[in-house]
């Protein structure tokens, strides 16, 4: 045994005085008397009892000196090693996954709003309230990974918060991540003990396997692995319960329709019963269309949804049955919006490039003369140039077909010159003999045959991509730099039959789309707990410039529950992952400081309208998040579980030492005290 504060046990000195007060006599006083036979009768019926007299003192003075020592030993705060050696480091892992969203009871005539989660939290309150003062436990939260809400600590109003500040999410369920950082840790302590609150109803392999390992019996305790020692208790949330979910719902442009799309919805019946239910969808909070399902136990069906306007906008599926998972039964969709590509063709005329531009609904084509343009160009994103050679060129997107050679000088102090290449001699009897399969302008073409009445021999830049030759010259090239793509062709094709071929407008509207495309393709779907990644364009917000002395980017994101974040741009991009719930995530762009509060908030009265505002001038974009997870939807227990909970032991509620020693100390004085009060009014004692 030892002390905590061992200077407090010179505190026994006041022992001293005590006795001092118990041995002093008192001197009596001489006093004349007229008899002596009433003090004789006394002296003898004192000397009869002076014997118990001497103990009732002494039986007081012990209980004094008894007090003294229990208050001094608790205030001394005495430890015991056998107490000591027997503390538990007790590691709780608490499943705040999608599936631990699943009522409880889902009983008609006696409903309850409960989740497992809410059970789990309280089963773990009941687990503090029963710590000894020794034991100490650390506070894991987990889905796909693993959260360390508190440390290692005895401190109950420390472990009661972090519990309860565990909120539910809809992101799947991957216990081994929090698994392998409880075993990791637990290896480093003397006693350690795991304790899992979970459902189980995902759970890998090799966290199967490691359970197994740590639950077996094994006699001999000198063979016991590290591993083997660490004592685990496997406390499953919640039974099985039948359960309808969505699975799977994308979005993708029509290749039917160009300015359609095409959503893939998936349903799965995880319950060993046959469901009959219906699934609404809604366009912008406007039913589009019900279908019916009658799904068999584990069936799975998936259908294509698709007729959808061109504007775009927000799009929900809502399944309409009633099961334990509510998560599950809703999912969302965004559909991009469709801008016309503005195309600027520069011809003296030619029918066929303005057929085959105008015929397609994704462009707004405009068309001008050479000499128009050359008096005042005009912007475009895809500018077509019809054998003519302009003077100069800015920043874009440009197409040559069979351009003159130029006759004007090249400007060699220019920016940006226009003739990077060298065009010679005339190519006899051209023919297409070999050209690129693989790339976006000749996907799905082919140019065998194609006759060819003009062409000419050209020498393209060092940077560019040759895509057809005529034996060994080039007719066909794209040349890219940072700020400008140029596709060139070297084929008169008003003296050519590739007009009149099905590939001629193929490779038009390919060329149209590889200038559209971006190095980054976005997508505009993720799944809960996906990491959201946006590539900006550095003149977002307003269309100018915005100097390196202006203010940082602030992307505000308005997620589910009308909850709102505001995330710095860094490198134009920004990395959002608060993606914790299925819904829509809205991203409004503003040029205003970064707020030095916390990353989320609530949205109120006060900033409401400053949100509209920025809504209403600047860019914005939806992001649509979902569970969309059929292991998720099965929220039966695992395989391979069941028995190792039958072999794990529920955690007790403490042993006779779960208080301080020195909090039995002071009750055994306050309870002596309360004897010595007793016998003192009982005359027992003096």
């Known amino acids: 045994m030892n002390f905590l504060t061992p200077t407090s046990l010179f505190l026994f000195a006041l022992a001293i005085p005590i006795i001092a007060l118990y041995i002093l006599k008192l001197r009596r006083r001489r006093e004349p008397v007229s008899t002596l036979m009433f003090w004789e009768q006394l002296f003898k019926e004192r000397q009869t009892t002076s014997l118990f007299q001497r103990l009732k003192h002494l039986l007081s003075l012990l209980l004094q000196l008894l007090f003294l020592a229990l208050l001094v030993l608790a205030i001394a705060r005495p430890q015991f090693a056998f107490i ?70 005895n401190h109950q109003k420390t472990l009661r918060q972090a519990i309860e500040s565990i909120k539910p999410t809809d992101i799947e369920t991957d216990l081994k991540p929090a698994v392998d950082l409880a075993f990791d840790v637990a290896r480093t302590k003397p006693n350690p003990e795991i304790i899992i609150l979970s459902d189980f109803q995902s759970v890998s392999e090799q966290t199967v396997e490691k359970f197994q390992k740590s639950l077996q019996d094994t006699t001999a305790e000198e063979e016991l692995t590290q591993e083997q020692k660490i004592k685990l208790h496997l406390i499953r949330i919640g039974k099985d319960s039948d359960n309808v979910g969505i699975t799977q719902f994308r979005v993708r442009k029509s290749i039917v329709n160009a300015f359609d799309y095409e ?56 399944l309409d049955v009633v099961d334990a998972l509510p998560t599950d039964n809703i999912a969302y969709a965004t559909l991009p919006k469709r801008e016309l590509v503005s195309v600027l063709l520069v011809t003296d005329e030619n029918p066929f490039l303005q057929k085959v531009l105008s015929v397609d609904e994704k462009l707004n084509l405009s068309i001008m003369t050479p000499a128009e343009y050359e008096s005042g160009a005009k912007d475009a994103q895809v500018v077509v140039f019809d054998q003519f050679n302009p003077t100069m060129l800015g920043d874009g997107n440009y197409m040559f077909i069979y351009p003159p050679k130029a006759t004007h000088p090249l400007d060699e102090s220019a920016n940006n010159p226009v003739t990077t290449w ?42 560019a991509q040759i895509l057809a030759r005529s034996f060994e010259s080039p007719v066909l090239f794209v040349d890219v730099t940072p700020k400008r793509k140029i596709v060139f062709a070297a084929i008169n094709i008003l003296e050519s039959d590739l007009p009149l071929r099905i590939a001629f407008p193929v490779i038009i509207a390919n060329t149209i789309q590889w200038f559209q495309q971006s190095e980054d393709i ?27 002395e202006n203010p940082q980017k602030i992307l505000k994101v308005n997620g589910p529950e009308e909850k709102t974040w505001d995330v710095a741009v860094e490198n134009d991009e920004i990395l959002f992952d608060q993606t914790l719930h299925a819904g829509f995530y809205e991203l409004t762009f503003s040029d205003k400081p970064a707020a030095d509060n916390e990353n989320e908030s609530t949205v109120n009265s006060e900033n409401e309208s400053t949100t509209d505002n920025i809504a209403a001038d600047n860019s914005e974009q939806v992001w649509a998040v979902n569970l969309a997870s059929e292991t998720e939807s099965n929220i039966a227990i695992a395989e391979g579980i069941e028995d190792l909970l039958a072999e794990s032991d529920v955690l007790g509620s403490g042993s006779f030492f779960r208080y301080p020693p020195w909090i039995y100390l002071v009750f055994l004085a306050v309870i002596l005290t309360v004897v010595e009060w007793f016998l003192y009014q009982r005359r027992r004692i003096d």
């Open 84 to 153: 000591t050696k027997s503390a538990r480091q007790l590691i709780l892992i608490i499943d705040h996954s999608a599936s631990m969203n699943a009522v409880l009871n889902l009983d008609p005539d006696n409903p309850s709003s409960e989740v497992r989660l809410d059970s789990a939290k309280q089963s773990a309150l009941q687990m503090v309230k029963g710590l000894r003062f020794m034991d100490e436990m650390s506070v894991i939260s987990c889905h796909t990974r693993p959260t360390i809400r508190t440390p290692f600590t």
């Open 263 to 318: 959503t893939l919805l998936t349903v799965v019946n995880t319950s060993d019963k046959e469901k009959k239910c219906s699934v609404e969808l809604y366009f912008n909070e406007s039913l589009f269309d019900v279908r019916p399902y009658t799904l068999a136990p584990g069936e799975k069906k998936s259908e294509i949804f698709s007729n959808f306007t061109f504007e775009g906008g927000e799009l929900k599926a809502v």
């Open 422 to 463: 060298d065009i010679g001699e005339a190519l006899e009897t051209p023919i297409i003999t070999d050209w690129d399969r693989t790339h976006p302008i000749l996907r799905h073409v082919h140019l065998e045959n194609v006759l060819i009445g003009e062409a000419y021999e050209i020498t393209p830049p060092a940077t």
């Open 522 to 548: 976005q997508e505009y779907h993720l799944r809960t707990g996906e990491v959201l990644r946006y590539k900006i364009d550095s003149q977002t917000n307003s269309g100018e410039d915005t100097p390196s």
